[in-house]
């Protein structure tokens, strides 16, 4: 429900949809959300529990000038 909800609030331009966390080593639910909202954008599935590193890693390439901060 949330992933539709952003949608609307996006007006439709959503870019991506991620899947992260021990969630996601879980083909069930993995195939059920890309069967449900993939229509909306792709899917990517990233599964294990490092979000937090990523979350760090990629302010990092903000801060640094490696990548520009997106405006949602």
Do not use: N
Not at 7 to 24: E, H, N, R, S
Not at 26 to 38: H, I, N, Q, S
Not at 50 to 59: N, R
């Amino acid at each position: 429900k949330d992933i539709g909800s952003m949608a609307c609030v996006l007006k439709g331009k959503v870019d991506q949809i991620i899947m992260t966390g021990g969630i996601a080593y879980d083909k069930a639910v993995t195939d059920g959300l890309k069967e449900r909202a993939g229509f909306i954008a792709p899917v990517t599935v990233y599964p294990g529990e490092d979000e937090l590193l990523a979350l760090v890693q990629g302010a990092i390439r903000v801060m640094t000038g490696k990548e520009e901060a997106m405006v949602y």
